[in-house]
């Protein structure tokens, strides 16, 4: 049976559904708009069903103990770090675990972008959670939409509410693309950052963090939008920027400074990815 009673130390916000209706027709707002948020401390006995769905997208995040949600048929167990995205109009139910009652910060969101930026986050009724890297960062956005929805639901208020809902949306979205510590993807990743002065073969890299080098070129590919090589020659270029910006060195150093002993290599190198020559990039005035 759905808790009707609430929690203790719980925050609750509720737009009324006219605001919700004239912010969704200004511009801004109706591509985003926050529409409910809270938060729910030790919520022994939470529980919400929707047969029907929610006509919003709801946004879940577990800081503590553990809780579920059944979406697609299936049960998902959701622990502490973990983010639950259910999309408007899908079947779904969750609650909190009966032995470790989940704390929870949560929010509503409707919107004409929501559907870009549910497909940024990479979300889907099949694979709801998003294990977070940096819970604080996501809890204090979420923090930020209560708060400011607390104070009042004024055009303003409902405008600036939907600009730290985008910054929550694109963080999950980060979060999904980015690896975990340890894990083979950003094991890799590491090992090419200290390492923009050098060369790799992809097949040393992989065996190196334990995976085949067709499995770890899919994962860079995913993360990144091309492969293994393609990802240190951009570690590469970024470092050759801020040496051209910030040290009197010669473009050949530079170079070398990279990994690149031949200076013509270098420069046809820059040249592609920047379009101008490592000289022209330099005298380009910036800021």
Known sequence: MERRDGFEHQRLCVVPRPLVDAALARPVTRRLVATDAGLFPAAEGHLRRRPRGATEAIVIVCVDGAGWV???????RVAPGTAVLIPPGAPHAYGADDDRPWTIWWCHLRGSDLGDL??????????????????????????????????????????????????????????????????????AMRYLEERVDGSIRVS???RLVGVSASHLGALFREATGGGVLAH???LKMARARLLLDTTDLHVAEVG??????????FSRQFSRTHGMSPTAYREHRKG
């Not at 059944?70 to 998902?76: F, N, P, S, V, Y």
């Not at 639901?153 to 929550?168: F, K, M, V």
Request: glycine share 6%; charged share 30%; net charge negative.
């Open 118 to 187: 549910w497909e940024a986050v990479g979300a889907s009724a099949e694979r709801p959670t998003v294990s977070l890297r940096s819970v604080d960062r996501v809890t204090a956005l979420l923090d930020e939409i209560v708060s400011g929805l607390e104070r009042d639901q004024s055009p303003a208020r409902l405008l600036a509410t939907a600009g730290i809902a985008w910054r929550l949306m694109t963080q999950l979205a980060v979060d999904r693309r980015l690896p975990e510590q340890g894990e083979p993807l950003e094991r």
């Open 232 to 234: 240190h020659t951009a």
């Open 70 to 76: 059944d979406l697609a048929g299936a049960r998902t």
């Open 256 to 265: 070398r400074e990279i990994g690149y002993s031949d200076p013509f290599y």
């Open 204 to 206: 040393d890299l992989a």
